[in-house]
């Protein structure tokens, strides 16, 4: 009897000797010490939590303050050795890549590409919280390297569709593009070109445009060929906007192989578009009866170069101007305003447009032609458009569709005594059956103008009126008056996150005219709207304009 008591007492001892031997909870080096401890490691792993969150709150989220770098020195080691040491432990181990993902610690970057090795059905989850984690840490160039090639093969890996492994392509493919590093080019091409029924195509424009942030050249032809690529299901889904946005961001380079592409000499686009047309006529024959590869190939090419702005293109985009078909003549027109032109060249340009807007044709499609010419003749900001708007809106031979956008386009440039011409007019002629419409499009215009004529410090004010029509006209004014103005650069740029479209884009649209050095500030604006909006309605249709301004603002600035 007395042995076993012997024994109790000596059990006792020890577990009151362990009981003594528990770190404090509110000592973080203790308690990164019992992450070695399966038992207590559960407990350590919450504690750890709780005091990184106290820390960091305290210090206003500020990584760099002297107490939270105190607790990396103590935590980030120990959690980075007892991940590694402890794969069978899976969810304590997700609990500490949760904790790594909050301190962002490059110290514990050997657990984090071990978590990048992903199995199936085991640690998917473990490998998103890992490329979480890279989309904000700061690296040094030598481990951005290894984590390209980490997050590169995590990547490789994915085989399937399933609801995680989309989860997992999306992370990867952000984390691979946030580095923003040419060598995460070739995983994520691999992606953007890829056309298969295991990945969804939403990721191939997902890799286009982390691609497209890199601004290499040696992305042109990829990106060239993205330009045609789409869904295999869905013919309608392409990633023509995102591919022509990483043109644009690689600028000057990119200049010679559209011109290429422009003349039908590059086979691969050719292809992919043929592809293209075969595809749309399975769903509708008539609609891929009226498509041709040139006609495909010239409107994309078209397109970019008009967003470069270089006048390098201004001799071949002349010729597209001046082309037989009337689309043709139209996107080469219009491309045409967006150049970077001297005085002669740019007299060329309206002779051109004028041209193409006589002969739009008939019909609808004639009317279609017309009001797009008149959009991109307003986004000019030249006076000397005006006297073209003031007759097409009050001849009666026009079409009324096309009067109230020429109303509209000479209203939205006119100054205090070019307002009351039109106002003359529209007093005159009360009987026009269009009269109520032209009030209806104008009236706040007029207002402004009337109260600001020529006056670029009242246009300022008006910036910050609560009435969308009036802001609007404000920043058309400002376009027209203000280039090179850093108050109304930044005017314009706090207004490219309002409620209305119409405001958004006629902000995005006079900064691309008055930011002739670049506008970091609207740069940071368009990315801060990407993030938080995409895959919204107002981003949609904001990012067709914004995307292309926001990277010829980029271009200028550097």
Known sequence: MSMRIGTVARVLAVVLTLAGCKADPDDPEGQAEELADPVRRPNAIANLHRLYGTVLADNGSDRNAAPVKAFADQVAAPLNQAYIDNPADSQARLSMLTLMNEMREPRTIPALLVALDWRPEVSEEHAMLSAKTFQYMELDDAKKGEVIEALGAALGKIRQARPVDN???????????????????PHLV????????????????????????????????????????????????????????????????????????????????????????????????????????????GGEATYVLGNLGLPEAFEPLLAEARAEDPDRRVNGSIALVRLNLGGAESQQVKTVLLDT?????????????????????????????????????????????????????????????????????????????????????????????????????????????????????????????????????????????????????????????????????????IEELRQVEEGRAIWTQFSREALPIEARLKVRAS
């Open 190 to 297: 691999r992606v953007a070109l890829a056309q298969t029924e295991e990945q969804s195509f939403q990721f191939n424009r997902l890799a286009g445009g982390a691609l497209g942030k890199l601004g290499d050249p040696e992305m042109i032809d990829p990106m060239i060929r993205g330009l045609f690529l789409f869904s295999p299901s869905n013919p309608a889904m392409r990633m023509n906007d995102v591919a022509g946005e990483a043109l644009v961001r690689i600028g000057r380079p990119a200049v010679a192989p559209l011109l290429a592409l422009l003349r039908g000499e590059n086979e691969a686009a050719n292809e992919i578009a043929a592809a293209y047309i075969e595809a749309v006529k399975l769903r509708d024959e008539q609609a891929a009866s009226q498509m041709s590869v040139a006609q495909i190939t």
């Open 357 to 525: 807007y006589e002969n739009a044709g008939d019909g609808f499609r004639g009317v279609q032609r017309r009001a797009q010419l008149l959009a991109a003749m307003r986004q000019a900001y030249d006076a000397t458009y005006l006297d073209f708007f003031f007759e097409q809106a009050t001849s009666g031979d026009t079409h009324p569709e096309v009067r109230i956008q020429a109303m509209l386009a000479y209203a939205l440039l006119a100054t205090k005594g070019e307002a009351a011409r039109a106002e003359s007019w529209l007093a005159a002629n009360e009987s026009d059956n269009y009269h109520a419409s032209f009030q209806s499009a104008v009236q706040k215009s007029f207002e402004v103008a009337d109260g600001c004529d020529e006056d670029v410090a009242c246009y300022l004010g008006m910036m910050d009126d609560s009435d969308a029509e009036k802001v609007r006209k404000a920043a058309f004014m400002l376009g027209r008056l203000a280039v090179g103005n850093s108050e109304a650069i930044a005017k314009l740029t706090d207004k490219l996150g309002a409620a209305s479209i119409d405001v958004r884009l006629s902000a995005i649209q006079a900064l691309d005219r008055i930011a002739v050095a670049g506008a970091p500030a609207a740069v940071e604006k």
């Open 167 to 185: 989860r997992l392509r999306v992370e990867l493919i952000r984390a691979l593009g946030r580095l923003e590093d040419p060598r995460a080019a």
